[in-house]
């Protein structure tokens, strides 16, 4: 006896099928998220900002006297050596008028070259005494002695009258070089043929006066640098100017090599000025200048490059990309992927860089975390 199925069991089994797709077109898909991965590692707190460079040892050499120059066929990027003679000139014959008036020029430059080296006498022995200062803060800071606080001020003090004193030598030196030039214009002939020479080993930097012609006194012909007196002057807002000390190590980049160049902070200038920005705010600018560790034969005078200031750092520090965070109404809180859903954690955060913050308490070292949770994310949420 044949069994007989009955008709409508296909309609149910088509029904079934139905309800199951649809059923299984219902269940929540996973959300597309971005994902980082919590991890040790060095971080730092800096100051970013645009600076550049600037030759700290720079002479204009200028018209000793009245006269015509000849042509000069030196250019900018010439190297030149101290007492090189870089230029000739005829002087005039002097009258009693100009005469005296050269004379004067020279008598002021002989001035400024004792008044010079009066404050050399002074600040010698004070850069001595904050020498010994300085080392001796730095023993007693590695004994546990004094607080880190009062041995960077005394080397930030030993730095600074380090500067002043290399300042204060230039000086002298300019005043000197501008002395001997006025006294050889004084005392030659009339229609001599008159040398102007170098200052200091150096690069040409800029000519003012290439052709022949009748020059005044004083008139400025070239300037010339020196290649191994730099410094970095880095352009930083005066809320981040006060968190700056001497001594800081600065990190320079995007200079047009590869590598990243060590500096250190030796002076914050202490008055701003008004700067607009590019969207026409007023903002309140400081240099703060920095000394490469060694001087870089490829960088030039006024060429830009990247300045990072480190206000702190610390190795092996458990990090989060700054993205990963949210803020709630007690704290910080990041989502944290668990067997594929999405976990709320509550995270206590200590210093940050611009892109990274170091976590105290919260996270470990090889969790991940989602970047730039999406407003729907909820806890729980399945995520991929």
């Known amino acids: ?120 006498t002074t600040l010698q022995p004070l850069l001595e005494q904050n020498q010994r200062r300085d080392e001796r803060s730095q023993r007693l800071l590695a004994s546990g002695a004094i607080p880190k606080e009062q041995a960077e001020n005394a080397h930030d003090a030993f730095l600074q009258t380090q500067s002043e004193l290399e300042a204060v030598k230039s000086r002298i030196k300019a005043a000197s070089y501008e002395e001997r030039a006025i006294r050889a214009a004084i005392s030659a002939a009339p229609g001599q043929r008159v040398s102007i020479t170098a200052p200091v080993t150096g690069v040409i930097l800029r000519r003012y006066e290439e052709n022949e012609r009748t020059l005044m006194a004083g008139t400025p ?7 191994t007196k730099q410094e970095i002057v880095i352009d930083v807002l005066s809320t981040d100017a006060v968190k700056v000390r001497t001594g800081q190590v600065v990190l320079i980049t995007g200079w047009g090599g590869e590598d990243t160049l060590i500096a250190r902070v030796t002076r914050v200038e202490p008055a701003a000025r008004v700067k607009v920005s590019s969207l026409g705010v007023e903002e309140k600018r400081v240099d703060v200048v920095a000394v490469l560790a060694e001087a ?15 206000l702190w750092e610390k190795q092996n520090v458990v990090t989060v990309p700054l993205g990963a965070l949210l803020r709630e109404k007690n704290g910080w809180y990041t989502f944290v992927v668990e067997d594929g859903k999405a976990k709320k954690r509550s995270v206590t955060l200590g210093p940050r860089s611009a892109l990274l913050t170091s976590v105290s308490q919260g996270l470990t070292e090889g969790e991940t975390v989602i970047l730039h949770p999406a407003e729907a994310l909820k806890e729980n949420d399945a995520v991929e």
């Open 221 to 227: 012909i070239m300037e010339i640098g020196d290649r």
């Open 1 to 120: 006896m044949k069994f007989k199925k009955p008709k409508h069991v296909g309609w149910i089994i088509a029904a079934i099928v139905v309800v199951g797709f649809i059923g299984f077109s219902l269940i929540p898909k996973p959300m597309k998220v971005e994902k980082a991965t919590v991890q040790r590692q060095l971080l730092r707190q800096t100051i970013d900002a645009e600076a550049r460079m600037r030759y700290t040892d720079r002479y204009v050499i200028a018209m000793p006297s009245t006269g015509t120059i000849e042509r000069i066929d030196l250019e900018p990027g010439d190297s030149v050596l101290a007492g090189a003679i870089v230029a000739f000139y005829t002087p005039p014959a002097l009258d009693a008028r100009q005469r005296s008036e050269t004379l004067a020029r020279a008598e002021a430059a002989n001035a400024a070259v004792s008044a010079a080296r009066q404050q050399l």
């Open 296 to 310: 870089s034969s490829v960088i030039g005078d006024a060429y830009k490059v990247d300045a990072g200031i480190v």
